[in-house]
């Protein structure tokens, strides 16, 4: 046991000799001190091994030597430490006119925040429930329970992300999951929004973004018409944007609703003129919605001849972009402190 100490305060003396800054410190360290396999951990756990009197003085031997060698390495860090001052006092330059810095206090809600907490409340009051769902979502969920066959576009690579080495799992490409998990889990009659980051892959520019925000919105009820849609679609656009908003319903295909409609809003960034952010058409695409598909009602678990009901997917980030005057849809993203302050 004597000898095993002896070599190891050799050892330690011959290779704190070639350390030569602080991260070479702290791995020599470990190599001696580690809880788990340090040389002289290991030792002092080899006491126990030891009877009676041998165990005693070997232990007061290897206490000696344990606050020996902790006593150099905190003289070669003190050393390293002084060297480090020493430099730092001699390339370190104080510009003593300088101005003193105003102190930044708080921060500031991203404009999404502001946004989805305005529509929140807006639905809220509208006795609608606000739910979550998964951002890792399931092909059977994203697709097949939303009517879209495995032959539709949008379940080619090229559109949508899938994870790599499991086929049926995607990132979600919308929010619309969510509306199947509903009706599954709570039936009907039923009112829920749900807002949340969707992925989908393609190319970015002034409108469009790999990642990007939804509020996806489903009211299940009997006797549902156009006419309740399309009266709580302009509730939505006038309660966030705090104005009277022009739109206009054209129809569009969506394999989850029947009929189906685009709405679109005039763009408020340049009153209608075109910009980039509307495509340079004067509108924007708004809110893809809906009658629910029977097909959807019935993989909720309801019984389509009994019930009816709406959705919709509103495009909260191009929201944001209109309630702010925001021309370009990646500024939201690009964490850029200059075009945060201003919200």
Avoid at 15 to 36: A, P
Wanted: overall charge negative; proline content about 4%.
């Amino acid at each position: 046991m004597k000898v095993q100490l002896e070599k190891i305060k050799q050892e330690f003396q011959k290779g704190l000799n070639e350390v030569s800054d602080v991260l070479m410190l702290e791995e020599f360290e470990k190599r001696f001190f580690s809880r788990r396999s340090g040389e002289m951990t290991e030792a002092m756990k080899n006491l126990k091994d030891l009877s009676g009197d041998a165990r005693k003085e070997m232990g007061r031997l290897a206490n000696e030597i344990k606050n020996e060698l902790l006593e150099m390495l905190d003289q070669k860090r003190v050393d390293f430490n002084r060297g480090d001052s020493a430099l730092l006092v001699k390339t370190e330059a104080i510009d003593v006119t300088q101005p003193k810095l105003p102190k930044q206090i708080g921060g500031h809600l991203h404009p999404m925040t502001i946004v989805h907490n305005e529509l929140e409340d807006l639905f809220t009051s509208m006795g609608f429930m606000v739910l979550d769902g998964p951002e890792l979502e399931s092909t059977y969920y994203s697709f097949e329970t939303l009517n879209i066959p495995a032959t539709h576009p949008a379940r080619e690579n090229m559109d949508t992300f899938y994870i790599k080495d499991h086929s049926d799992w995607c990132m979600r490409p919308h929010t619309s999951p969510v509306q199947v998990r509903a009706m599954q889990k709570y039936g009907a009659p039923l009112r829920a929004v749900v807002s949340g980051r969707c992925f989908r892959n393609e190319a970015t520019d002034a409108s469009h973004d790999h990642t990007f925000y939804q509020m996806e919105g489903l009211v299940v009820d009997r006797e549902i018409s156009i006419a309740n849609l399309i009266g709580t679609m302009k509730e939505l656009l006038s309660g966030v944007l705090r104005r009277d908003v022009e739109v206009r319903l054209r129809p569009g295909y969506f394999p989850f609703v029947e009929p189906g409609f685009e709405l679109d809003m005039k763009c408020l960034v340049c009153s209608g003129i075109g910009c980039g952010a509307c495509k340079h058409s004067g509108w924007v695409e708004t809110l893809p919605c809906g009658l629910v598909h029977p097909k959807v009602i019935e993989a909720g678990g309801l019984d389509p001849n009994e019930w009816t009901g709406f959705a919709f997917g509103l495009g909260s980030m191009r929201l944001a972009m209109q309630k702010y005057g925001i021309e370009d849809i990646r500024h939201l993203h690009a964490g850029d402190l200059r075009f945060l302050n201003q919200f």
